[in-house]
């Protein structure tokens, strides 16, 4: 991989990362989609930063469990849907083509099966004070 593709993943990676520790505070904006394209992002851009991205509590706190486990809980996974749905229905509105409409709605469909039935949902465990 070239060095111009990974400081784009690096860029891409701290961006989305950004804009996943915002999601934290702000509830309007996803944290965990977010943190997943960052964690994509970072393995192809850097080990060091990675590694770096690992350790943050950020990761360890919304993302962790689903890189260990493959599972979500049923909030994160319904975040994730409503906020992929609702940039979906953009283009799905506004352009005119029957086969990009078909294919856009496909995706939808997919994505909600994959959802559903192949990342497992888990309880929010109890913290112990």
């Not at 950020?58 to 849907?81: C, D, G, P, R």
């Not at 005119?96 to 309880?123: E, G």
Request: aromatic share 14%.
């Amino acid at each position: 991989m070239g060095k111009i593709s990974r400081i784009i993943y690096l860029i891409v990676g701290f961006i989305a990362f950004g804009l996943g520790a915002i999601g934290v505070i702000l509830p309007v904006l996803p944290t965990t989609p977010f943190l997943l394209l960052a964690s994509f992002c970072f393995v192809r851009g850097s080990e060091k930063f990675d590694a770096w991205f690992k350790g943050t509590k950020v990761y360890k706190k919304h993302l962790e469990s689903f890189a260990k486990e493959k599972a979500m809980t049923l909030k994160q996974k319904i975040v994730i849907l409503l906020f992929a749905d609702t940039m979906m229905a953009f283009p799905l509105i506004i352009i005119d083509n029957l086969h990009v409409k078909l294919m856009l709605i496909a995706t939808i469909l997919f994505k909600l099966y994959y959802f559903t039935f192949r990342i497992k949902t888990i309880k929010i465990k109890a913290e112990t004070n």
